[in-house]
């Protein structure tokens, strides 16, 4: 396995694609399939960097304080969150499109806060069971953990972006995969034919929570420091580019869009301050010209259908304008 990274390692490296670039880029297509499930069943949520930021700090905290191996702390860490987003999925799940969105933005909020004043919180009801002050520090507020070690390796990235995608592969066979597609289509039409809406929209959120939880674990025990700043709304953002940029017909979609965001920052580093805007430009192309994503094969089929018009039109043109010249 470590011979086969290493020969992809050495392929990508012209590009400027180093091995820890690689790795940030596996843990950006496991959010990409964290994103993708809740777009799959209609649901414009953007609750997956406050489920990060807990699955990061749970799994820090087991595998800091408890001492726990790495995918111990990834079981608490995804545990964790996926225990949180059921009572907050039951309610903030009946809302829809830009409402859902903004709620689950505060959602991520809330989060970044509570961690932010986590220590003092504590501190304070230690204060008050004891009758005096009492000051403890887990979570350092603002300043974050530091000195995490880095225990993810690339192959476990590899190993479990392939287990999630051998998940999204059989769920599409399944009758729940088949209930998300049809809530998606028409929720009422979906309730009508039997298929218990509120039940399948919090088993996805749930499942969206843990697999972000994951990359949280996975991200913070690569980068060995974690604070609250990370978690916030640009992480929102910047997972929902991977399902802009790769599009939602197919599962592959987020995941190739997580790869190519965590690429592109390093292979257009020779633009220096100018790659923000070039990355920009690029999602603005995508938008405009391939609306399903980079990975959708009836949209590539459209765009040539229509350079394929248009070069006839330019063809017809001259070929009018020759038969009409003197």
Do not use: C
């Not at 929209?201 to 700043?229: C, E, Q």
């Not at 089929?301 to 039109?313: E, G, I």
Request: net charge positive.
């Amino acid at each position: 396995m470590d011979a086969l990274i290493q020969a992809l390692v050495d392929i990508l490296r012209p590009l400027g694609i180093t091995e820890p670039v690689l790795q940030f880029m596996l843990v950006n297509a496991i959010l990409g399939v964290s994103i993708y499930l809740t777009l799959y069943t209609g649901m414009f949520s953007l609750a997956n960097a406050g489920f990060m930021a807990i699955g990061a700090y749970a799994g820090v905290a087991a595998t800091q304080f408890i001492e726990l191996p790495l995918w111990l702390g990834l079981i608490v860490g995804m545990a964790v969150a996926g225990l949180i987003s059921l009572p907050i999925g039951l309610p903030v799940l009946r809302l829809k499109d830009i409402y859902l969105a903004i709620a689950t933005i505060g959602f991520g909020e809330v989060v970044i806060i509570l961690l932010l004043n986590f220590d003092e919180i504590i501190s304070s009801v230690a204060t008050a069971l004891q009758g005096e002050r009492v000051r403890i520090r887990l979570l350092e507020g603002a300043r974050g953990i530091k000195g995490i070690p880095k225990s993810t390796e690339t192959w476990m990235l590899f190993a479990f972006l392939a287990l999630l995608m051998f998940l999204l592969w059989r769920l599409h066979k399944s009758r729940l995969g088949r209930a998300m597609a049809a809530i998606r289509e028409d929720e009422r039409a979906a309730a009508n034919m039997g298929i218990n809406v509120v039940y399948v929209k919090n088993v996805v959120f749930v499942m969206s929570a843990v697999v972000a939880a994951s990359a949280g674990v996975f991200s913070a025990h690569l980068t060995r420091i974690i604070s609250p700043g990370a978690y916030g709304f640009d992480k929102a953002v910047d997972i929902l580019s991977f399902a802009v940029l790769g599009g939602t017909s197919t599962w592959v979609g987020p995941i190739v869009g997580g790869l190519a965001m965590g690429a592109l920052p390093e292979v257009l580093r020779f633009l220096n301050e100018l790659r923000g805007v070039f990355i920009g430009l690029i999602l603005l192309g995508v938008i405009l010209f391939l609306p399903g994503g980079l990975v959708n094969p009836a949209g590539v089929r459209l765009l040539f259908r229509r350079a394929r018009r248009a070069l006839r039109r330019r063809a017809d043109a001259a070929e009018r304008s020759s038969h009409a010249a003197p």
